[in-house]
């Protein structure tokens, strides 16, 4: 079995052709590669999955959406705080006439209130996934949390100075922390998209895999509750045999790619499950959904069926 990269992996180290890649896209990866925050990222892992209770875990992780749930929270934070510093900007060029500038204020406050109060269901979100990542992902993770804090202090900031009636520094702040949270979105959509966080890494088996049907295990030697691994074509696919019959199921867990084959089979409210071996997710042996995350998007599920000689076939099905 292979061991979980969320303790083990010894992160990617740059490349020889690093030097020729775009300054920006080697500032953005710049801290998966400052190996002293793991100082701070391992006991700061060991606390998220501590304190949290596995249904809280859950409902932040978004398992019940389908989809995670840090990015729609985000949405509304950075949605706000953009539509705050645009009507501060406009005050600061002039082009607020004077009986509309104390709408504008009370406008702009407000929107940086409601960025400030989202934010924090959206950290919280942000700590419950961050546990869950490889050490390069979690390095990258803490610098785009750190840019995002110093943005809601910031926003925190100019708030308390409209406040106090200091609104041309309140909006001057405002600017600045949209800045920083831009940065922070920046590093956070590089984290998902070059880095992998939060996308399905079990999507392309439907694609890669070979049609037609594919003998995947002997169904006598199959163990009840013991899955073992098969091929469809190159494509790693894990089987179980059940009370109920036979599953199959792409082996690459959707969460981090762990193996499911090295995983367990359990029992979620009744329901046969198959359980990951790296970080614990829990996927229906029925139809392949998840029963519990960190995982939010469901395991690509084979069409399976025993043939006349005792062996296990299994085919890829077209997306619905
Ligand atoms: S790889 Fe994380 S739960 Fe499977």
């Given at each position: 079995?292979?061991?979980?990269?969320?303790?083990?992996?010894?992160?990617?180290?740059?490349?020889?052709?690093?030097?020729?890649?775009?300054?920006?896209?080697?500032?953005?990866?710049?801290?998966?590669?400052?190996?002293?925050?793991?100082?701070?990222?391992?006991?700061?892992?060991?606390?998220?999955?501590?304190?949290?209770?596995?249904?809280?875990?859950?409902?932040?992780?978004?398992?019940?959406?389908?989809?995670?749930?840090?990015?729609?929270?985000?949405?509304?934070?950075?949605?706000?705080?953009?539509?705050?510093?645009?009507?501060?900007?406009?005050?600061?060029?002039?082009?607020?006439?004077?009986?509309?500038?104390?709408?504008?204020?009370?406008?702009?406050?407000?929107?940086?209130?409601?960025?400030?109060?989202?934010?924090?269901?959206?950290?919280?979100?942000?700590?419950?996934?961050?546990?869950?990542?490889?050490?390069?992902?979690?390095?990258?993770?803490?610098?785009?949390?750190?840019?995002?804090?110093?943005?809601?202090?910031?926003?925190?900031?100019?708030?308390?100075?409209?406040?106090?009636?200091?609104?041309?520094?309140?909006?001057?702040?405002?600017?600045?922390?949209?800045?920083?949270?831009?940065?922070?979105?920046?590093?956070?959509?590089?984290?998902?998209?070059?880095?992998?966080?939060?996308?399905?890494?079990?999507?392309?088996?439907?694609?890669?895999?070979?049609?037609?049907?594919?003998?995947?295990?002997a169904y006598d030697e199959l163990v009840v509750?013991?899955?073992?691994?098969?091929?469809?074509?190159?494509?790693?696919?894990?089987?179980?045999?059940?009370?109920?019959?036979?599953?199959?199921?792409?082996?690459?867990?959707?969460?981090?790619?762990?193996?499911?084959?090295?995983?367990?089979?359990?029992?979620?409210?009744?329901?046969?499950?198959?359980?990951?071996?790296?970080?614990?997710?829990?996927?229906?042996?029925?139809?392949?959904?998840?029963?519990?995350?960190p995982a939010v998007a469901p395991q690509p599920?084979?069409?399976?069926?025993?043939?006349?000689?005792?062996?296990?076939?299994?085919?890829?099905?077209?997306?619905?």
């Amino acid at each position: 079995m292979s061991a979980d990269p969320t303790t083990s992996h010894p992160g990617q180290r740059p490349s020889a052709t690093a030097a020729t890649r775009p300054l920006l896209l080697r500032l953005l990866d710049a801290p998966v590669h400052w190996t002293g925050l793991d100082a701070v990222a391992a006991p700061a892992r060991d606390l998220v999955r501590a304190v949290e209770p596995r249904w809280l875990a859950d409902l932040l992780h978004g398992t019940w959406l389908g989809h995670p749930l840090h990015p729609v929270l985000a949405q509304f934070v950075v949605g706000s705080w953009t539509s705050a510093a645009a009507v501060d900007a406009l005050s600061l060029a002039g082009l607020v006439p004077d009986d509309l500038a104390d709408g504008a204020d009370a406008t702009a406050a407000a929107l940086a209130g409601a960025g400030v109060v989202t934010a924090l269901p959206t950290i919280a979100s942000g700590w419950t996934d961050w546990a869950e990542l490889h050490p390069d992902q979690q390095r990258l993770g803490l610098v785009h949390a750190a840019s995002n804090y110093t943005a809601t202090a910031v926003f925190v900031a100019s708030l308390v100075q409209r406040w106090r009636g200091r609104t041309t520094s309140a909006r001057w702040l405002s600017l600045a922390g949209i800045s920083t949270a831009t940065l922070g979105a920046a590093l956070g959509g590089h984290l998902s998209y070059r880095w992998a966080a939060g996308a399905s890494h079990a999507e392309h088996v439907p694609h890669v895999a070979p049609e037609g049907w594919h003998r995947v295990a002997a169904y006598d030697e199959l163990v009840v509750d013991e899955p073992v691994q098969g091929h469809v074509g190159d494509v790693p696919v894990v089987v179980v045999r059940t009370a109920a019959g036979v599953s199959v199921l792409a082996d690459s867990c959707s969460h981090l790619a762990g193996p499911l084959s090295g995983g367990r089979v359990t029992r979620e409210h009744g329901e046969a499950c198959l359980v990951c071996p790296w970080h614990g997710s829990a996927f229906r042996l029925v139809d392949g959904s998840v029963a519990a995350g960190p995982a939010v998007a469901p395991q690509p599920l084979l069409a399976s069926r025993v043939d006349v000689d005792g062996g296990v076939l299994a085919r890829v099905v077209p997306l619905p």
